[in-house]
């Protein structure tokens, strides 16, 4: 075996949105199969335009993104997250609010064979029982880590070779939040999936991180192995406005 | 020939009042008003009411303005909780309730007949109706332009392209929108006002959904918010309106290609605009305010 | 009785069918489509002439429904997509410009007279105590069909389950690996199709002219924002509310209120009660009847 192959492979990537300015001025990214990769960086940064770039809900001006060694930059997100078997959860609006909680799940199994569907299904509610009482229910019913948790539940029906967050813990409260990295963990220990996620809460993401990359005005300032960008000064610079 | 002329001149003028009203609301402040012909009709019903309970023409402008400006709070307060095409929908329906109003209600209204008779103002004949018709538009244009020109017309187009912005910026956009309605219904009512004592009669005829997209056309195709644009859409269509009995004749065509010409002028020069020239024939002017 | 209920189902078909191609569209092409009344007076039209060629009524109505589709669909990638990035009301004037333009063809080429469609008239028969024609019989029972099918279609198939959802979010839709596009497209052929087939029930049992589709955009916008426009199988009840209005406005003495014998509503007026429902649902319930959960603005 050769060296292992990146299964994301971002290079010089610049990106923005309409007619405005560029938000990723040339960034350089590599996650391989089975790590798990946290975006880090300040507001304004481009860590979710990067990761909405990746999923293709934003076009690259120019670089190239590739995934599995295919250029996808020209590729429409439904066929990327098709041919690539990519689990996408949005940090905002990740439900589909007027379906319920076992459709909003199965939309996301549509393309594999019925018994399958269901197989999976079934095994997922037993992985997630707090959303098993509910799979009746209409998704807008439930709270914020319901929600964050069925996203989950829908990307991961499909069996992705890779998974990206986009702030998986936004907006949750400390215990939900545990939670949510948590399952990250264990999500790795089940499948051995590879996830990208982008996040704000940069301790909780780094300790459950292999690697990190830390942007900064839409490049890439550092990118380290996480528990030594934990130790890392100038993420405290980045953070707290210390000198760097 | 030459009376013919005058007409379609008094017409064209007429027209440039509607058409400056929505120009005002749908160029300036995005209120997309699909009952403009409502407002007219206040004016012209208010004049008509005004002559059949005896009373002279000076009364009638006067309950016109008044209907206007009652009708226009309704539409501005719809306006409150409603975006963009509900509102349009909306003010389509109050202008034909209001038309099965004035068709039904023969005590009040003379039913389809309508009511007749009205005098020509002043005794005026065509020279003195056109000359009145086109103060009526120049004052209207030289009014609506100050209005556009000031500060006020600047919190206007605010409404209509940031209205959250507007909103945080402190302006009352409900106070907007109203002052925006009842501005534009005066031209309105005034123009129902002219035509009602010019054609010397008043009917729901003159009320239809048609009449209001015709005016659509004058504003999209003269170019949305630009006052010399509205004006130019209106003369432009109603020459273009008024030659078609003619290319009719000329061609040995039947009645029915009379109604399918103007549909399509006025469906036709709406979408040829609105894909191929979305700015019209004059387009609006960016950064002319006075502050 | 009977004959009240039966009138009732009778004009809720008529409207029904229209609402819910216009709110289908809505779904996904934020605007409301007036076309959409005006794809109800193409599809007798197209009727009409295929079966005066010689085809049978049941092939001309299928072919003319799929035309329509098809139109739909062509008009909304050329016109109303374009038109959309300026506004929704701006789309909406634009929709209403075709339906001008739909109108002068038919104008010139059908001509202004009501038509019919070359059925045997049968008299009325009596069912269940309601006076009934076959005619009528028939426009219900397409009407029905076609709206169930169109339920059914919604909730148990995969195409459906992908509409749901991209009306519900669009963007979440294809991070889910579903062709928005391509769902728009079923959509937009969906509503072209239900609103031809709605113009066939309505003509079948009465006339066919070109004054149909302006007719109808009251009564349907009516129903459909009462159900909640965006929300299809909602303008069934809307438009069952606007059919339950207009027959009881119709049948009710409103005498005795009054202290006189026998007062009526003029004919006139039933129409404009849709109008007058329109305007209060507007003013207090824009969002529909039946919404559970607030707008977000």
Known sequence: ?244 | MFDFILHVAIIAALNGLLALSLNLQLGYAGLANFGQIALFGAGAYGAALAFSWGFGPFAGLLLGLALVSLLALVFARLGRSLGADYWGIATLSIAEILRTVATNETWLTGGAQGIGGLPQLFGFDLPGTLALAAAALLATYLVLRGVTQSKFGLAVRLLREEPQLAASLGYDLAGLRRRVMLISGVPAGLCGFLYAHYVTFVGPDQLFASETFFIWAMVVIGGLANHSGAVLGAVALQILSASIPFAKDALGLTSEYVAAARLTLTGGGLLLFLLLRPQGLLPERIGSVRA | MSQLVFDLVLRTGDVALVAVALSAAYSLVRFPNIATVYYATIGPFLTYVLARVGLAFWLAAALATVAVGVLAVVLNATVFDRLLRSGSAIAMIGSLAVGMLVTAVLLVTAGPDSMRFAFALSPPQDLLGARVTALQLWSMGLSSAALLGFALILFFTDIGRCMRATAANADLARATGIDAHGVIRVITFASGVLAALGGICLSLKGELNILMGPDLILPVFAAAILGGLGNPLGAILGAAVIALTEVIAASTNFGPLLGQAFLFLPVNYIGATSFAILVLALLFRPYGLFVNEVRRV
């Not at chain 1, 995934?67 to 609006?93: L, M, N, S, Y």
């Not at chain 1, 707090?130 to 799979?135: D, I, S, V």
Request: aromatic share 6%; hydrophobic share 45%.
């Open chain 1, 1 to 244: 075996m050769s060296a292992p192959s990146a299964i994301i492979e971002v290079t010089g990537l610049r990106a923005g949105y309409g007619d405005g300015p560029d938000i990723l001025h040339g960034i350089d990214l590599r996650v391989f199969a089975g790590e798990i990769v946290t975006i880090l960086g300040p507001n304004g940064c481009g860590k979710s335009t990067l990761l909405k770039a990746i999923g293709g809900f934003v076009e690259p001006r120019a670089g190239r993104i590739a995934i599995e060694g295919e250029d996808v930059g020209a590729v429409p997100v439904h066929r990327r997250i098709r041919e690539h078997r990519i689990g996408f959860v949005p940090q905002t609006d990740n439900v589909f609010r007027t379906m319920s909680v076992a459709e909003n799940i199965m939309l996301g199994a549509r393309l594999l064979p019925a018994r399958e569907q269901w197989a999976r299904f079934f095994s997922l509610m037993d992985t997630y029982p707090a959303l098993a009482g509910k799979r009746d229910r209409r998704a807008s019913a439930l709270s914020g880590g319901e929600r964050q948790l069925l996203s989950v539940a829908r990307a991961l029906i499909a069996g992705p070779t890779v998974l990206l967050l986009d702030e998986p813990s936004a907006g949750l409260s400390p215990v939900m939040m545990d939670e949510v990295f948590d399952e990250i963990v264990r999500i790795r220990e089940r499948t051995g999936m590879t996830i990208l996620m982008v996040e704000q809460n940069a301790v909780q993401a780094l300790s459950v991180s292999d690697r990190a990359y830390v942007l900064s005005l839409g490049r890439v300032a550092i990118e380290q192995p996480a528990p030594e960008l934990l130790a890392n000064p100038t993420l405290a610079g980045l953070y707290f406005g210390a000198a760097a």
